[in-house]
Every structure is written in C-alpha cells, then in structure tokens.
C-alpha cells in the first residue's frame, strides 16, 4: 500500500511539473509537491501526537521571548506584503476590477514583483504553523482546535496547489485583507506576552468580529467573480474558496458565541 501510495503521488508530481506555472519553480517548495507534504505530515504528526506525548509529564517551556520575537516578526512581515499588495494592485486600478483580477502573465518586472509577494503569502501561512507548535510546547493543547488545526492546514495545503497553477489573480483580494488582519492579530499576540493582562481586554472579542467580517468581505467578492461574466480567472476555484469562506465564518461564529456571547449571558 505505501508503494501504491508513493508512486501515485510522484505520478502527481510529475503532472503539476508538466501543467503548472513555471515560473513559481524557482522558488523554495515549489519545484515539487514533496517538501509540503512532508511539512503537513510532520506538522499533524506533532501538535496532534508527538507533541501531546512529549509534555504529557513535563512542565511548560518557557518559550516567551521567542514568541515575542516571532510575534513582532509577523506584524512586520504581514505589514510588509500589505504594503506591497498596495503597490502592486490597489494603487493601480487599470489592472483589477471590483468582481474581476486577471493573472498577470506577462514577463515585467512588475509580474515578477507580485508573484514574488504571492510567494511571501504563501509561506507566511508555513509560518503560522508555529502558533500551534507554540500551542503545545506550552501545554495550552485545549487551543488546539479543529478549528484551528484545520484553518492552518487548509491554507497550507490548498495556497500551494492554487498558487502554483495562478499566482495571483482574485485570491489576491483575499491575501490582502488576511494580511491586514494578521498584522492586527499578531500585534495583540505580541501584547498579550509583553502585559499577560490584555488577554482578558475588553477588546479582545473585538479581534474575532474582524476575522468575521474578514470573512463576510471575502465570501462578497467570491460572490462577484462567480457572477462575473468577462473574467478568466478560473471560476471553479472560487467555487471551491467561497465554502471553505463559509466554513470558516461558521467555525468562528460558534466560537465567538461560546467564548463571549455565553459569557454576556452568564454575567
């Protein structure tokens, strides 16, 4: 069966090399599908077993400063793609359209700018693997959630096989706003362990109905490429994108409800 397993795989393999866009080949992970499956095996692996097992009987690992240092590192990295999506896209409306984002195949340097900030997108979700290796390794496993497990595998996953077919186009809306987010998001990680207290500020919910509305934004403009009648952007992979949008909204929804509606009424 492994062999099986193997073989089909590499056949895999050899069809993304074949069909998708060369120009993404140059960069790290992407000249085959190997490296990422190995980083998600090894990423489920441990934070859903290896992890758990390890600190089992052991205290938690101090582990503030690098946080805080991964922390700081993600706002400015997110802040930087932000800036750069501005630059490439936003500022320039001759190039993108409301309900329609073109790939841009030509060979300019500045096609080759928003596909190297696609890239960076792209690995800024490797990196927020570490949230929840950071999870475990201080023994808050209870915040290792579906929700969270599957958010982190899903854009893994899923941005490098779209990513490596259309580098850019209309998921760029998408990166722009999660960037955005993420830059918020990461500053208030930063906060919580530089002044623990903040974890309970009145704010703090204030950080989930952003990700909903995240979501709401997304799921509008998924809504309008698919009603888009003179757009080649492949609509089938907004079809796919708009119900894992849902999915999400609906997961963050019951979360918000259990940790903050609940508590409103129990107050």
Request: hydrophobic share 45%; charged share 20%.
């Amino acid at each position: 069966m492994p062999c099986v397993m193997f073989e089909s795989i590499n056949h895999f393999n050899k069809w993304l090399y074949e069909n998708g866009d060369r120009r993404m080949e140059e960069y790290w992970l992407y000249a085959s599908i190997w490296p990422i499956i190995s980083i998600i095996f090894v990423y489920l692996l441990f934070v859903l077993k290896l992890g758990p097992s390890y600190m089992k009987n052991r205290k938690p690992f101090d582990i503030d400063r690098i946080v805080m240092i991964y922390n700081i590192f993600q706002v400015f990295y997110s802040m930087y793609i932000v800036k750069e999506s501005v630059r490439l896209i936003w500022s320039k409306p001759d190039t993108y359209r409301l309900n329609c984002i073109e790939v841009d195949y030509s060979n300019t340097e500045t096609s080759r700018d928003k596909i190297f900030i696609i890239y960076l997108y792209y690995f800024s979700k490797i990196l927020d693997l570490l949230d929840t290796v950071f999870f475990v390794l201080r023994k808050k496993q209870s915040q290792v959630t579906f929700l969270h497990v599957y958010h982190h595998g899903m854009m893994v996953t899923a941005g490098w096989l779209v990513i490596k077919f259309y580098p850019g186009g209309q998921l760029a809306f998408l990166g722009s706003i999660n960037s955005v987010v993420h830059t918020i998001m990461y500053s208030y990680y930063f906060l919580t362990v530089l002044k623990p207290e903040y974890k309970k500020a009145w704010w703090k919910k204030y950080l989930t109905q952003l990700q909903l509305i995240q979501f709401v934004l997304t799921a509008l403009h998924g809504v309008a490429s698919l009603l888009a009648t003179d757009c080649t952007y492949p609509k089938f992979i907004m079809a796919f994108a708009l119900p894992q949008d849902i999915l999400m909204f609906y997961l963050f929804w019951n979360f918000y409800k259990k940790a903050y509606t609940s508590k409103n009424k129990q107050s």
